[in-house]
T-cell receptor, first 116, second 113 residues
Framework: EPEVTQTPSHQVTQMGQEVILRCVPI?????FYWYRQILGQKVEFLVS????????KSEIFDDQFSVERPDGSNFTLKIRSTKLEDSAMYFC??????????????FGDGTRLSIL | LAKTTQPISMDSYEGQEVNITCSHN???????ITWYQQFPSQGPRFIIQ???TKVTNEVASLFIPADRKSSTLSLPRVSLSDTAVYYC??????????????FGKGTHLIIQP
């Protein structure tokens, strides 16, 4: 079964540094998403991406965040100047082009980001 | 988005059928009901989705009464590996729109031997 893959599995970064989290969505999917989950808390939506532009974003997704699809396979989340509170699991997800019925989102196993 | 209410935790034993009920009193006409499962240190995994009546797949069944104000996820003959957090999500799905999912706290299901 096709999977969403994320690298690295664990990223440790000094506060104030830039970090890029990488994702390879399922190959025939056209919609891409980032979520985060702070330890012990809910999964929170950050941003969705379609046709090379942001489709929707949450209040969490402020100017320090950006997303990019640099080529035909990767989808990245950049955090420009990391803060301690950015420590969390970051999940990438993808879904097929829509039909009448909702297409479920398929999640990767996440990148654990630790800010020191 | 329709608010959902589900039990914080449930316990059961291997081989039993487990039913997790989710309340969503203000569900809208266009809303679908979707359940995800999450194991520790893994991303949520889609289980099942429905609009009304009953949906069954190889993993679970989803029962939705006529008024759609609640739904029940049924897991047949659970095993220890079914210990996970189960999320009930209700929301509009605009046929391909890139809508972000809104997760609640979910139900932490613990299966004992």
């Amino acid at each position: 079964e096709p999977e969403v893959t994320q690298t690295p599995s664990h990223q440790v970064t000094q506060m104030g540094q830039e970090v890029i989290l990488r994702c390879v969505p399922i190959s025939n999917h056209l919609y891409f998403y980032w979520y985060r989950q702070i330890l012990g808390q809910k999964v929170e939506f950050l941003v969705s991406f379609y046709n090379n532009e942001i489709s929707e974003k949450s209040e969490i997704f402020d100017d320090q965040f950006s997303v990019e699809r640099p080529d035909g396979s990767n989808f990245t989340l950049k955090i420009r100047s990391t803060k301690l509170e950015d420590s969390a699991m970051y999940f990438c997800a993808s879904s097929e082009a829509g039909t009448v019925l909702h297409q479920p989102q398929h999640f990767g196993d996440g990148t654990r980001l630790s800010i020191l | 988005l329709a608010k959902t209410t589900q039990p914080i935790s449930m316990d059961s034993y291997e081989g039993q059928e487990v039913n997790i009920t989710c309340s969503h009193n203000n569900i809208a006409t266009n809303d679908y009901i979707t359940w995800y499962q999450q194991f520790p240190s893994q991303g949520p995994r889609f289980i099942i989705q429905g609009y009304k009546t009953k949906v069954t797949n190889e993993v679970a069944s989803l029962f939705i009464p006529a008024d759609r104000k609640s739904s029940t996820l049924s897991l047949p003959r659970v095993s220890l590996s079914d210990t996970a957090v189960y999320y009930c999500l209700v929301g509009r799905y605009s046929g391909g729109g890139a809508d972000g999912l809104t997760f609640g706290k979910g139900t932490h299901l613990i299966i004992q031997p």
